[in-house]
């Protein structure tokens, strides 16, 4: 069964940085993608990046240069690093694979940006 738990999500201040990270089981990040997405309340859930079965990258364009997604084989861990946040990154941030034709989902870690 394929489970991703999310962590790392926090209070952090405009310009501030945090490293979020996604552990999964049940499926070898090589082969498979695995997604970011965060979501405000209220609005509908954003994408925000991937790291690809063959590490290939790719970033929404809100977050590009700002965020940077990476993965620990050997952990089975993507992690993602996000610098620079302004107010606009708060959400609630879930990790996402599809595999076996299903959807899979962590349960989300949530990222506050404020003074």
């Known amino acids: 069964q394929v489970q991703l738990v999310e962590s790392g999500g926090d209070l952090v201040q405009p310009g501030g940085s945090l490293r979020l990270s996604c552990s999964v089981s049940g499926s070898d990040l090589r082969s498979t993608t695995v997604h970011w997405y965060r979501q405000v309340p209220g609005e509908q859930r954003e994408w925000v990046c991937n790291?690809?079965?063959?590490?290939?990258?790719g970033y929404a364009d809100s977050v590009k240069g700002r965020f940077a997604i990476s993965r620990d084989i050997d952990k089975n861990t993507v992690h993602l690093q996000m610098n620079n946040l302004n107010p606009g990154d708060a959400a609630a941030y879930y990790c996402n694979l599809y595999r076996w034709g299903s959807d899979f989902w962590g349960q989300g870690t949530q990222v506050t940006v404020s003074s």
């Open positions: 790291i690809g079965a063959n590490g290939t990258t």
